[in-house]
């Protein structure tokens, strides 16, 4: 079957982290809904490796059905900051913690 956006594990987890600078960018909820919609696409196809730690799978479910709930629901502006900065925070924990999995020591920069 032919996938719309894309099909793996790291290419749609990349293509899914292009649009956290949207996510975090957005001044209002119609930004962030629209940012999030873009985001989550790239995660409904997502096969996560069955050797990856649980607790790494159980973070990418939550984040992905977290985005999911978002496309679904609409926000009012004073939520959104919270939301986008809990998000922007876990998808980059997501990716150091595969990284750590991995052995590849990871750091976190003084700039990111």
């Given at each position: 079957m032919?996938?719309?956006f894309g099909k793996g594990f790291i290419y749609p987890l990349g293509l899914y982290m292009m649009?956290?600078?949207r996510i975090a960018d957005a001044k209002n909820s119609?930004?962030?809904m629209i940012a999030?919609?873009?985001a989550y696409d790239h995660l409904r196809e997502l096969n996560i490796p069955k050797d990856l730690p649980k607790n790494?799978?159980?973070?990418?479910k939550y984040l992905s059905n977290r985005l999911y709930q978002h496309?679904?629901?609409l926000h009012f502006f004073k939520k959104v900051p919270n939301d986008r900065d809990r998000i922007?925070?876990?998808?980059k924990s997501i990716l150091f913690n595969i990284d750590k999995y991995y052995n590849n020591e990871p750091s976190r920069g003084e700039i990111e």
């Open positions: 032919k996938s719309k649009h956290l600078e119609i930004a962030f999030v919609h873009g790494i799978q159980k973070e990418i496309c679904n629901t922007v925070y876990q998808s």
